[in-house]
């Protein structure tokens, strides 16, 4: 059976809240039950029939047509897939718990934060914060795996507390900031203070990165074991990520500022 296809009208004049569009919570409804759903909105109540073409298949595959006004997309989808044609707003793939979300343009702040299962890919670049805590929160991502293909904003990682982030091509400042566990690889460059008072966790960067704190210890360069089976398994996620753990790598302790059980991996070619 062929995908739920959802296609905009226009571009929307406001900002619209697309969780309720999620294959668990529209499974068994007709056309008419999902046109009626309320997307809640900044100004005018708004409905999915409203902002949306819809032509209907299966609930548990849902195509939309993306706008950097649709926010929340995929939030806490526990199945099934989404694919975005184009960009997202704020909080892509936030709180999910499983299935798959493909988005093919650019994403917005917060994009998986909060996420506990499944796997998010942006096909383009992703603002500041991916993964990490929404204010008031204590704790970002914490299970799951992110793929971004582009670039990343500052403070990606932020808070990470389990699963894996990668980032295709380069980071901004304060990567891995304030890390409790999980992993974050970093393809390209990575902007000042990486792993900026991480307590816990794995930061791989492919580069140098342009200024690290002084509370970082040089560990001296390794050939780790346990780094070729990740490579393994992240053939699968990044064949640029999984190739970078083949080399030897320059390992730092830290951040000594706080607790220091974590790890940051700089690839040594040589």
Known sequence: MSALVLTLKGRPPQRLDMAPIVPHLLAGKSEAEIARIALQTTRVGCTVGDAFAIRMGDAGSIRIEGSDRLDRIGHGMTGGEIRVEGEVGIQAGRAMQGGRLVIGGDAGPWTASGMRGGSLEVLGSVAERLGGPLAGEIAGMRGGTVLVR?????????????????????????????????????????????????????????????????????????????????????????????????????????????????????????
């Not at 190739?243 to 700089?266: C, I, N, Q, T, W």
């Open 150 to 270: 582009g670039d990343a904003g500052a403070r990606a990682g932020d808070r990470l507390r389990r699963g894996t982030i990668v980032i295709e091509g380069s980071a901004g400042a304060y990567a891995g900031s304030r890390m409790i566990a999980g992993t974050l690889v970093v393809c390209g460059r990575a902007g000042a203070l990486p792993g900026y008072l991480m307590k816990r966790g794995t930061l791989a960067l492919a580069q140098e990165p342009a200024a690290m704190a002084p509370s970082f210890v040089d560990c001296g360069v390794h050939k780790l074991v346990a780094l070729r089976l990740f490579a393994k398994y992240l053939e699968g996620v990044s064949a640029p990520a999984s190739s970078l753990f083949r080399h030897p790598v320059r390992r730092f302790a830290g951040d000594m500022a706080v607790l220091g059980k974590g790890e940051l991996l700089v690839i040594h070619p040589g």
